[in-house]
């Protein structure tokens, strides 16, 4: 498994934002994601706007996940209407010697 930070925006609607985000951590939970740590950023203005919004709560989750497993969170997470964006960084292994 390798580790990955996924950024999340969510919409500012506290309904919409708990929607979305119940449905992406079942969606994790349902591939053999495991959530290592959540970090919430905050309501931010965005840069340009998405789905006719310019804010949008920020998450950062770290998560184990395998390789494979990425196209599936890609296809599931653009059927899920209280995504306003999201993005995959894999985090490096420290090198050791």
Do not use: C, W
């Not at 965005?46 to 184990?64: D, N, P, Q, S």
């Amino acid at each position: 498994m390798r580790q990955y930070e996924l950024t999340v925006i969510f919409p500012i609607e506290d309904d919409l934002q708990k929607a979305g985000r119940e449905q992406l951590l079942s969606d994790l939970g349902a591939n053999g994601a495991e959530i290592i740590k959540t970090d919430e950023k905050g309501d931010r203005d965005l840069a340009y706007e998405i789905k006719k919004r310019r804010r949008g709560k920020y998450v950062l989750f770290t998560i184990k996940t395998e390789q494979e497993s990425l196209k599936t969170f890609d296809r599931l997470f653009k059927l899920n209407a209280n995504l306003l964006k999201y993005l995959f960084v894999r985090v490096e292994e420290p090198k050791h010697g």
